[in-house]
């Protein structure tokens, strides 16, 4: 395994996982259990964020805290991400968030932007880039690419599950940006799909198919 790449296995991360992935999951259990595992992921990927010390007075007397010193910018890629982001901002309510749409150009297949919205101090922040799957990485990619663009330099990529191709693609690009997900499986099929994967993370946020 990549340096770069962590893998959570945490057994409740495990446990939601497994019922994310059951074909008979409906659309509401599907919504409410991605937007809880992506909370419960925070706690990972933010492990490294900086703090700084405050002087505070509590009811009792004054004392020192620790709070964050950096911000926080949660980027999801549209639309599947965005259920992501709600998740990790009900833990860090202070959290920019960003959007970034991207679709697939049918004739070369790559990633194309057609929306990028991104906190105006997104250079000095602590940026997670948010998407349910990890897949062929070219959305992921493009992503990383944008947010640098804008000045970012202290990125992460967090995704639900992932796959081999995708993580290669995304670590050969950018071997600096660690990439934060709970399952690798298998491998992509001939149509793109993560194996044995989830299914279309976006279609069963939405109830769309």
Do not use: W
């Amino acid at each position: 395994m990549k340096e770069n790449v962590h893998v959570l296995n945490h057994p409740l991360m495990q446990h939601k996982l497994t019922l994310l992935r059951d074909k008979t999951t409906t659309t509401k259990e599907f919504r409410e259990l991605a937007k809880e595992v992506s909370a419960l992921m925070v706690y990972e990927i933010s492990r490294d964020t900086k703090l700084t010390e405050i002087d505070i007075e509590t009811p009792i007397g004054k004392t020192k805290g620790m709070v964050l010193k950096n911000d926080i910018a949660v980027v999801p890629i549209l639309r599947a991400g965005i259920i992501m982001a709600e998740g990790i901002v009900e833990l860090i309510p202070t959290a920019k968030v960003g959007h970034i749409g991207l679709y697939r150009d049918p004739e070369t297949l790559q990633p194309v932007e057609y929306y990028c919205k991104l906190p105006d101090n997104i250079s000095s922040c602590h940026v997670f880039i948010v998407d349910p799957m990890l897949a062929t990485g070219g959305s992921a990619v493009k992503s990383v690419e944008l947010v640098k663009e804008h000045g970012a330099t202290n990125i992460i990529f967090v995704c639900l599950i992932s796959a081999p191709e995708g993580i290669k693609v995304l670590s050969d690009r950018f071997p600096e940006v660690p990439i934060y997900t709970i399952a690798i499986d298998e491998k992509l099929n001939s149509h793109g799909y993560i194996v044995p994967g989830l299914g279309d993370a976006g279609d069963r946020i939405y109830g769309t198919k």
